[in-house]
C-alpha cells in the first residue's frame, strides 16, 4: 500500500504512522472492498510467485481495517495504501479485505470491529489511538479473531490473548528527513539566503502528545546533526485533520520568521502554504511533490505492510505473534519517500551514510549528549511505560548501550513497549501554542 518509492527508496530501502490519530467531527463509517487495481504495486517477477506459495494456507482468511478518516487524510491513506500492497504481496482477492474508513473514536469502532467479525474476518486492524478500549472489548468478546491497534500503549497489561499494539521506530524516519533539512538549511546559509541564526524550523503539530513531541524532536535532531544553529518553532492545531488549521498554522509560522516547514498533522494545508510562500517543506506519510514541485524536500512514513504481512500469515498458520510489535528500517516498516529535486545534491549520499549509522547501533537517534533540558543532560528519566506482564509506572528509559557506550533516550524499545513515550521539551525548541 504505499506510495512509490523511487531513487530514495533503491538507495536506502527503509521502512517507517502514525500518529496517535485523533479527531472530532463524526462523519457516517463507510465499508468498502480494498480495491481491484492492486497488482501493479506488486515487484515485476513476484506477484504470481507470491500468489501460488500462499494462496491455498491464506483462502481462509479475511483482514479488516479501522480508519479514523478516509483516503483523504494522509494518516488514513497511509494505512490504506498499506492493505492494499499486502493484499497483492499475498495474492488475496478483494472479498479478503475490507476497509471501514471515517470510524469514530466511540462506541462506532466497536460496532465496526463487530461488524468486521460478521463478515468473516479473522484479523481485524485499527488506526487510531483512541480505537483502543473498544478494540480491547471486541476482542474480549470474540477470542477466536485478533484484534490489533495501532499506537495503543495497553496490550502487554490488558492480559487479552487476542489483543496486539504495533507501532514501529518512525523517529529513526524523522531524524533522516531532518538530516535532508539540515543539509538544505547549510545550503541556504551558504547562498547567503539566510544567516546561521535565522535557521528557523517551524513544525505543525497536532497535539501535545508524545508521539508528535517524540516525532518533532527526532526530525529536529537530525536537522541539528547537519546545521549546528537551527532552532524550532513548534504549533499545535489541536486536531488531526484540519486543512485550514493546518495552513493557517504554516503561515504563521512563515510570517513569525521560519524558512522551513514540518509537520505532524494529515493533510496537504502546510505544504501547500509552503509552496505559495516558496519555503521548503517536510512532510509525514505523503509525497508532496506534485503539490508543492518547487518546495518539498521528503517526506517519512510508516509503513505498514510487513505488519500486516507478518499477521496474516501468523494467524493462517495458527501461530502466535507479539503482543506488542515493534517495526523498525530492517523489518521495512520506516521509510523516505523520494528526494525531491529540490534537496542539496549530496542528500542522497548523507542520507545513506547516517542511515548506516543508525541501522549499526553507532549513532542513537536519542543519544544524551547531544541534547540538553534546561540546560543539563539527562541522565534518568522515568516514563509511564508497560513490561511485561504489569504496568511499571515509574521506569527510567535512559539506558547505556554496552557495545558503543553511547547513553540514550530509548524511545519505542522492546523492554518497554511499541508507542512513543519521548514527551520531554529540550533545549532550542519552543512551544507557541
Known amino acids: 500500500m504505499k506510495k512509490a518509492l523511487k531513487v530514495i527508496a533503491l538507495i536506502l530501502a527503509l521502512a517507517m504512522v502514525v500518529a496517535f490519530a485523533a479527531c472530532a467531527g463524526k462523519t457516517e463509517p463507510t465499508t468498502e472492498p480494498a480495491g481491484t487495481d492492486t497488482a501493479d504495486t506488486t515487484a515485476e517477477g513476484t506477484e504470481d510467485t507470491t500468489a501460488e ?5 491464506l483462502s481462509n482468511i479475511k483482514f479488516g481495517l479501522i480508519c479514523l478518516h478516509d483516503e483523504n487524510s494522509t494518516y488514513d491513506n497511509n494505512f490504506i495504501m498499506a492493505a492494499k500492497e499486502a493484499q497483492a504481496a499475498l495474492g488475496l482477492s478483494d472479498d479478503q479485505v475490507v476497509i471501514k474508513t471515517n470510524v469514530d473514536e466511540s462506541n462506532a469502532c466497536y ?57 514501529a521506530t518512525i523517529y529513526e524516519g524523522r531524524f533522516l528527513a531532518g538530516v535532508v533539512a539540515g543539509l538544505k538549511l547549510n545550503a541556504m546559509i551558504e ?20 508521539e508528535v513531541k517524540s516525532g518533532y524532536t527526532s526530525f529536529f535532531l537530525g536537522a541539528r546533526y547537519i546545521c549546528p544553529s537551527a532552532t524550532m518553532k513548534v504549533v499545535y492545531t489541536n486536531s488531526w485533520f484540519d486543512i485550514d488549521l493546518e495552513k493557517t498554522a504554516a503561515e504563521n509560522l512563515i510570517n513569525d520568521g521560519c524558512v522551513l516547514i514540518s509537520q505532524h498533522a494529515d493533510s496537504e494545508g502546510a505544504p501547500k502554504a509552503c509552496e505559495a510562500a516558496n519555503v521548503p517543506n517536510v512532510a509525514y506519510n505523503i509525497d508532496t511533490s506534485s503539490i508543492a514541485p518547487n518546495t518539498a524536500l521528503v517526506s517519512s512514513r510508516i509503513n505498514w505492510a510487513p505488519y500486516y504481512e507478518m499477521v496474516i500469515k501468523a494467524v493462517a498458520a495458527g501461530e502466535t505473534f507479539a503482543t506488542d510489535w515493534i517495526g523498525t528500517i530492517a523489518t521495512g516498516s520506516v521509510e523516505l519517500l523520494d528526494l525531491s ?8 549520499a548523507k542520507v545513506a551514510e547516517v542511515k548506516a549509522k543508525l541501522e549499526d547501533g553507532s549513532l542513537k537517534v536519542f543519544d544524551c549528549s ?25 521506569t527510567n528509559v535512559i539506558l547505556t548501550d554496552e557495545a558503543t557506550g553511547i547513553t540514550y533516550f530509548a524511545e519505542s524499545d522492546e523492554q518497554f513497549r511499541s508507542a512513543p513515550y519521548f514527551d520531554i521539551l529540550i533545549d532550542g525548541i519552543t512551544e507557541l501554542g
Open 370 to 394: 547531544t541534547f540538553t533540558v534546561k540546560g543539563e543532560n539527562l541522565t534518568e528519566y522515568t516514563a509511564d511505560v508497560v513490561d511485561e506482564g504489569d504496568f511499571v509506572p515509574e
Open 341 to 348: 529535486a529540490n534537496c542539496t545534491e549530496d542528500a542522497a
Open 53 to 57: 506459495n500462499t494462496a491455498a494456507d
Open 191 to 210: 547562498a547567503g539566503d539566510i544567516t546561521a541564526e535565522q535557521a528557523v524550523i517551524g513544525y505543525v503539530g497536532a497535539f501535545p502528545y508524545a
Open 111 to 167: 460496532e465496526a470491529a463487530c461488524d468486521l467479525v460478521e463478515l468473516g474476518c479473522n484479523v481485524i486492524m485499527a488506526d487510531s489511538f483512541g480505537h483502543e478500549s473498544y478494540m480491547k472489548q471486541a476482542a474480549q468478546e470474540y477470542p477466536e479473531v485478533q484484534f490489533c491497534h495501532a499506537t495503543g500503549t495497553s496490550s502487554k497489561s490488558a492480559g487479552i490473548a487476542n489483543f496486539h499494539n504495533a507501532f
